[in-house]
């Protein structure tokens, strides 16, 4: 993804039955890197509860 000028981020969402962090990744639009973050925040949030 950075390759190609997307924003990309790994949220860590849960721990595997073996303690080993499982996650997700999060890929935005190009130059919207303000909405991207607001929203990798957001699911990171909702995910944890």
């Known amino acids: 993804w950075t ?3 997307m924003p990309s981020i790994s949220l860590p969402i849960l721990e595997g039955s073996n303690k080993m962090p499982l996650g997700v990744q999060v890929v935005g639009e190009k130059f ?16 944890k509860k």
């Open 32 to 47: 919207d890197d303000v909405r991207f973050l607001r929203s990798a925040n957001w699911l990171l949030k909702k995910l």
């Open 3 to 5: 390759y190609l000028g």
